[in-house]
């Protein structure tokens, strides 16, 4: 269960860093969003076994429920993190923090039920269970890219 909920702290983590930078309008960048959307897409479309027909239906609802989960979560990490470096916080400020992790979590449960149901109505039941774990794994191997890629350096 901890690795799950690491697994998709660090997936939401990854996904608000990466589209906080395009939110701010990279210039020099503006193709790494979709660069990023299309590898997570590919990635999804080739571990499923996608067929063309079930990948033209699928990813685009995928995409839509990474975006509502962004704008969900979206200034949550600004705020845990002003508290992690925050001196001195009050129970009251984590209690604070704790209660609107806790509602996000509950707000975000019910839109990926929403999702999940009209996920099955594209693919097969067994594409939609595995889809949760092929998703990870995109952000795992995402994650080791980028510490090779620190090592480099």
């Known amino acids: 269960m901890q690795r799950i ?14 589209s906080q930078v395009f939110a701010q309008g990279d210039k020099k960048h503006p193709e790494d969003r979709d660069a990023f959307i299309a590898k997570r897409n590919a990635f999804i479309t080739a571990d499923l076994n996608l067929t063309p027909e079930e990948a033209a239906a699928f990813i685009p609802l995928c ?19 002003d508290l992690w470096m925050k001196k001195n916080p009050t129970e009251d400020e984590y209690n604070q923090l704790l209660d609107e992790m806790m509602e996000l979590k ?6 990926e039920k929403e999702y999940y ?8 039941a067994e594409k939609v269970f595995k889809y949760r774990h092929s998703d990870g794994k995109f952000m795992r191997s995402l994650m080791d890219e980028k510490k090779r890629e620190k090592r480099k350096q």
């Open 63 to 81: 995409n839509e429920l990474q975006d509502k989960l962004f704008e969900l979560w979206y200034g949550f990490g600004k705020k845990e993190r």
């Open 5 to 18: 909920f690491f697994i998709i702290f660090a997936a939401i983590s990854l996904l608000a860093a990466s």
């Open 106 to 111: 509950a707000k975000e449960a019910a839109l």
């Open 117 to 124: 149901l009209k996920f099955r109505k594209v693919l097969p």
